[in-house]
C-alpha cells in the first residue's frame, strides 16, 4: 500500500489531482496516470500536480505536472494558483515561489480568494513555441476547416491561438486534436480559440494539448491575451473568459505575464495509490 496525500482542486473548472511527494518520492508510469486520470476507473483530472521539494533557492516547493493522457506538462497557470494557495496556507503568508520545470514562478495572495502569478516571459521566437519551420509566429501558416492564421507564444507551455468571430460554432473536439497534433507542431500545442469582445476582453475555447477539452487554462489565457495585444486587437491587459469564469492577464512591459483569478479546494485526504492505479479488476 502506497497512502499518500491528495487534494481535489480546480482553477476554473481546470481540474487537479495534487499528489504530495515531499515526504515519500512518486514515480507513476504514464500508464497508471492515465488510470488515476480516468474520470471511471480512477478519480480523473485534467492535470495531475506531484509536489516535491524544491530544488533552488527561494522556491517554497517543486510543481510536477502531468496531463491527463500521461504526459509532461511544462507550465499550468490554474494549477499555479491553486498550489499557491495551499502552500500560502501552509507558510502563513500571501507571497510564495513554485518551482517548475520551466522556471521560477512568484505568486502573491490579493485578497477575496484571489491570486496573482508570474507565469514569467512570454517567448515568440518560433524556436521557443516550438514549430517545425521557421517563421514570424504574429503568422503561422496553420489551416484547417474554418480556422487558420494563428499566433505561436509560449508562456512554458507551447499555445497557437486562432482568431475567430464566434467561438461557439468551432467544432472544438473535430479540429482540435488535429491541430493539437500537426506537424507543425513537433512537441504538439495547446489550440486556443479566441474572440475578441472589446478592447480589454476576450472569449476563449481552447483544446488542450494532452487533456483535450476543458473549462479553462490559464497559460491558454495568458497566450491568448499576448496574441491578441500582438496583432494589436486588445491593449496589454484584459479579461479572458473561459467556459468556467474569468482571468485577469496583464503582459507586462518586462515580456512577463500576469495572471489572477481565483482556486478551489474541493476535497482533501488521503488515497491508497497502489490500489487506485493498478486497479481490482
Ligand atoms: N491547464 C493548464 C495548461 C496545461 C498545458 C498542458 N496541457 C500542456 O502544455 O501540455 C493551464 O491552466 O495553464
Redesign the pocket.
Known amino acids: 500500500m502506497t497512502i499518500v496525500p491528495f487534494l481535489k482542486m480546480h482553477?476554473l473548472g481546470?481540474d487537479f489531482v495534487v499528489l504530495d511527494a515531499r515526504k515519500q518520492k512518486l514515480d507513476l508510469t504514464v500508464k497508471q496516470r492515465q488510470r488515476l486520470a480516468d474520470r471511471h476507473m480512477g478519480v480523473g483530472f485534467?492535470?495531475m500536480v506531484t509536489l516535491e521539494n524544491p530544488v533552488s533557492a527561494g522556491a517554497d516547493v517543486f510543481m510536477r505536472l502531468h496531463?491527463a493522457d500521461g504526459?509532461e506538462?511544462?507550465?499550468?497557470?490554474?494549477?499555479t494558483r491553486c498550489i499557491a494557495a495551499r502552500i500560502m496556507g501552509e507558510k502563513g503568508h500571501g507571497n510564495v515561489v513554485i518551482e517548475t520545470v520551466s522556471g521560477l514562478l512568484a505568486a502573491e495572495a490579493i485578497g477575496n480568494g484571489h491570486i496573482a502569478v508570474d507565469m514569467g516571459p512570454a517567448h515568440l521566437d518560433w524556436q521557443d513555441i516550438p514549430v517545425a519551420a521557421a517563421c514570424d509566429t504574429l503568422h503561422m501558416p496553420v489551416a484547417l476547416g474554418p480556422v487558420s492564421d494563428p499566433v505561436g507564444v509560449n508562456v512554458g507551455?507551447?499555445h497557437a491561438v486562432f482568431f475567430v468571430d464566434d467561438v461557439n460554432a468551432i467544432d472544438l473536439p473535430l479540429i482540435g486534436p488535429q491541430l493539437e497534433n500537426h506537424s507543425f507542431f513537433p512537441n504538439r500545442a495547446?489550440i486556443e480559440f479566441a474572440q475578441i469582445i472589446g478592447p480589454d476582453r476576450i472569449r476563449m475555447r481552447v483544446w488542450?494539448?494532452?487533456?483535450g477539452i476543458?473549462l479553462?487554462?490559464?497559460?491558454?489565457a495568458c497566450g491568448t491575451l499576448v496574441a491578441a495585444a500582438r496583432r494589436g486587437l486588445t491593449s496589454r491587459k484584459g479579461e479572458v473568459i473561459v467556459d468556467g469564469g474569468t482571468l485577469t492577464i496583464e503582459w507586462l512591459e518586462n515580456g512577463h505575464v500576469r495572471m489572477t483569478g481565483p482556486w478551489t479546494l474541493s476535497y482533501e485526504g488521503q488515497i491508497d495509490l497502489d490500489a487506485l492505479v493498478n486497479g481490482h479488476g
Open positions: 482553477g481546470n485534467d492535470q496531463n504526459s506538462a511544462r507550465a499550468c497557470g490554474n494549477a507551455s507551447s495547446n488542450e494539448r494532452g487533456a476543458t479553462a487554462c490559464g497559460s491558454g
